[in-house]
Structure formats: C-alpha cells, structure tokens
C-alpha cells in the first residue's frame, strides 16, 4: 500500500484568526453583534467579483421573507440520487413554514460530472411549494477550491448576502447541515431557534446526534459512536481538579447552528480548509469569545440521525475509522456497496483488533486532532472507557485493550443477544503511512492551540 505526500489541510494559523475578526469582536469580546452591521462589514471585505457572484447564485430565486429567521444551509457534491429524500426530511418540521427556508448549493469541480441534483430539487419544490428551497450552483474552476471549506464558505455567504439584501435585522440563525440525514426531530428547527431566543449570550448550538438503529446494532459501530460521544462529553465539561474550566462545545457541521451575526463577525468559513472545517468554524467563533464556554452550547432538547456510513466503510474494510480519513482502502469495491449491503459484511461481534486500533486512535488524539484538551484528555477518556465497561492499559503510549466483559454484558444487554468476539489480522502501519499520518492529524488543531496561546495565554 503506498501513502501519498502529506495532505495539506488548509486549515488556519493561529495568528490568522485574529486577523479575520470584526473590529467589534476585537475591541470588545463580549460584544452584542448587531447582525446586518456585521453582515455589510463582512461582505464589504470580499471582493467586487465574489459579490456579483454571490448575487448570481441566488438570482433566480425568491428574497429572503421578512418573517424569516432561519436559514438551513446544504452543501450538496454528487447527492442527485439522495437530494430529494434529504430535502423531505425538513417536512415534519413544527416551525411556521414562513420563518425558515433552506439554501442549497449543488457545487463540484467543473471538469467533474454534473448530476441530477437540480432535477431532483426542482421536483421537491415542485411538490412541496411550501417549503422555501433556495437553490445554487457551483462548478469550481481551476485554480478555486473545490473544498469543503470553500463550499461552505459559499453557502453560509449566499445567505448571508440575501439577509443583507432585505435591510431588516431579524437575529438570523443560520443552520449548517450537510446531505446525508435521515431523520430529524419534528422540534429540530423550532425548539433550537427557541433557544438562541430564550439565551441571548450563546453564538452557537450543536444539538443530539445519532445514527441508526442497524447500524448501532453492530458492535464495532456502537463502541466507535458512543466513544466519539462520550469523549466529546467530557472534554468540554470543568475540570476542578485540574483547575481547568469548562470549554465550549465541539461543533458539529452537519447539527449546528450559529447566529448569522458571528458568522460574518469571525470571517465565514475557511475555503481552503479540506477537513474539519466545521470544528475550525467552532474553535473561530469560541477564539473570539476568549473561549467563553456559553459562546457555544451542548443542546439536549432535539436531535438527528445521520448516515453511519464512514463508520461502516471502516469496518467493512477491516481499518481504523481515522484510516478512512486518510483514504487508505484496502477494498476501494465496498464503498460502492449500500448500507444494507454493508452492514452485512460487519460482524454482530466485537472485532478485537479493530476495537484496539479505534480506540488507541482516540487515545492518540490527544497530541494531535484533540490536543487543544490535552490536560483534560487523560481523564476524560478514561471515564469515558469506564462508562463503556472497557479495561485498557497503555504500554509505551500506545492503547492494549485488556478486558471487555462489562462491555460484552452490557451490549448482550442492549441487542437481547449474546455478543461475543471475533479476531481479524492486525493493521499495519508502513513507515510511509506513517509519514503521512503524523503531519496530517497533528495539523487538525494546531492553528486552534496556538490562537489559544495567543488570546487567553494558555
């Protein structure tokens, strides 16, 4: 298996981040944002010909209602055969129909195929006139980014730019949600807007998110879930005894919200970054507020499911779920394969070497994807394994898994089956790999850490 050259991530510097915030955020972070203020200083920055672009994309469509207080942003790449049935899953909403509309950007490279994406949503539209869909198209030019950074960075300003376009500040909350769901809770949209209404001090929200029932009843997908949830859980919680206090929550790109206002006041979206342009958004949004831990809140009122397809991929093909990051795939056939036919090739048992590798992957990330935690990480993950019922020991820094019996009651438990444990051959790294590893994830919070150091000295 041959490792490429170490990925570029794009992802920001800490000494950029100051550099993109709004003269308001600078001289006072605990500002109140007045939102068309911070929308015009922000789209007086971009330049002439993105400005004529951004009115382009929208042009054909109808302005922003004056009722309108919520706008859910999609960015769409090759989703023709799904768009439709993502778009249906805003249908059982409670919210006015008149106080939310979605803006959806169907982008990819111009030398890339273009799909049926914008037959399928004109076909939604046609038959829910209901719902408001705003939809845009992107084909990226050479020499553009054809990122998902950039995309984002294009959907979040065509709304930001048709909310400046009617002259009315109405605390915009802009929602940033991403193809794949598939189900989300009839209050989703409502009972979060209720919330930015009811706590003028938050930015951003990040509400419940799970995945489904088929494939958390797989074992490895479970661990690799509920690790990831619980993990997350922990770090932003206070450390007391560490003298460490609460940190805002992680934010997620595809369940998250944020007022329209912070995001013009931190810059919009970085479109160079290739990953984790939503936890970037977060860290922006949480820098400005000298990491205020009310800036952006855990919401447990609502929630959604979305695909649990990288999970499975990773399973499926018998790798760590961070090599599926990377790209390395040992099986590139699988991912043709639909759910239902990848679920198949999981095991109902534990596999106990990609169980070990997952979960060292997650020890390890203290020094890089997680390292802005990394006083608080230790502990953090060791509740976290507690809480799981799994038995760990750490040699020469790496994770051995020693004993899962808790875990395989409590799971037999859950499936009202015996769950038992299965072995496969164990991953290797090559030393080319791991060239390309090391770099990559460390790289992940890097430019986070540093604007850290840089804003409260830490």
Not at 184 to 204: G, R
Request: aromatic share 8%.
């Amino acid at each position: 298996m041959k490792a490429n050259k170490p990925k570029d991530t794009g992802l920001l510097k800490g000494e950029e981040y100051r550099l993109r915030y709004s003269d308001t955020l600078i001289k006072d972070p605990k500002a109140r944002l007045d939102e068309n203020l911070e929308i015009n200083k922000y789209l007086n920055k971009q330049g002439l010909e993105y400005r004529k672009e951004l009115d382009s994309l929208s042009q054909l469509n109808e302005p922003l209602g004056q009722d309108t207080r919520v706008i859910v942003t999609i960015i769409a790449y090759g989703e023709g055969n799904r768009i439709k049935s993502t778009l249906e899953k805003y249908l059982n909403q409670d919210i006015n129909p008149s106080l939310f509309e979605i803006v959806l950007l169907d982008n990819h490279p111009e030398t890339a195929h273009r799909d049926n994406t914008q037959e399928e949503v004109s076909k939604f539209i046609k038959e829910n006139p209901q719902v408001k869909v705003i939809y845009s198209h992107k084909a990226w030019s050479k020499g553009e980014p054809a990122t998902v950074g950039n995309a984002r960075k294009h959907v979040f300003d065509i709304a930001l730019n048709r909310i400046a376009k009617r002259d009315q500040s109405r605390d915009t909350i802009i929602f940033s949600h991403d193809a794949d769901p598939l189900f989300y809770e009839t209050n989703y949209l409502s009972s979060i807007l209720d919330q930015f209404d009811k706590k003028p001090n938050i930015d951003a929200l990040v509400a419940n998110m799970s995945r489904p029932e088929d494939a958390l009843a797989k074992p490895n997908v479970y661990i690799a879930v509920e690790t990831l949830r619980l993990l997350e859980e922990e770090l932003i919680k206070e450390n007391k005894e560490l003298g460490e206090p609460a940190d805002p929550a992680l934010f997620l790109g595809g369940n998250g919200a944020m007022r329209a206002s912070i995001v013009a006041a931190v810059g919009g979206s970085n479109p160079n970054a290739t990953v984790n342009d939503d936890r970037e958004m977060g860290w922006l949004i949480a820098d400005a507020r000298e990491w205020n831990p009310e800036c952006i809140i855990s919401f447990r009122g609502t929630g959604m499911i979305t695909d649990a397809r990288r999970f499975m991929d990773s399973i499926a093909n018998e790798l760590p779920t961070d090599m599926m990051m990377m790209g390395f795939n040992t099986k590139p056939e699988i991912r043709q394969l639909d759910n239902e036919k990848l679920l198949s090739l999981i095991p109902d048992d534990i596999v106990w070497e990609l169980l070990e590798e997952d979960l060292g992957s997650s020890w390890a990330s203290q020094y890089s994807g997680n390292k802005l935690y990394a006083k608080k990480f230790p502990d953090a993950f060791k509740k976290s394994m507690e809480t799981l019922g799994i038995e760990y020991a750490i040699v020469d820094d790496r994770l051995v898994l020693k004993n899962v019996n808790k875990l395989l009651k409590k799971l037999s438990t859950i499936y009202g089956r015996e769950v038992g444990i299965k072995h496969c051959a164990p991953f290797i790294y090559t030393p080319e790999m791991i060239r390309e590893i090391k770099p990559f994830f460390e790289s992940l919070s890097k430019g986070a850490v540093e604007a850290r150091k840089i804003s409260i000295g830490r």
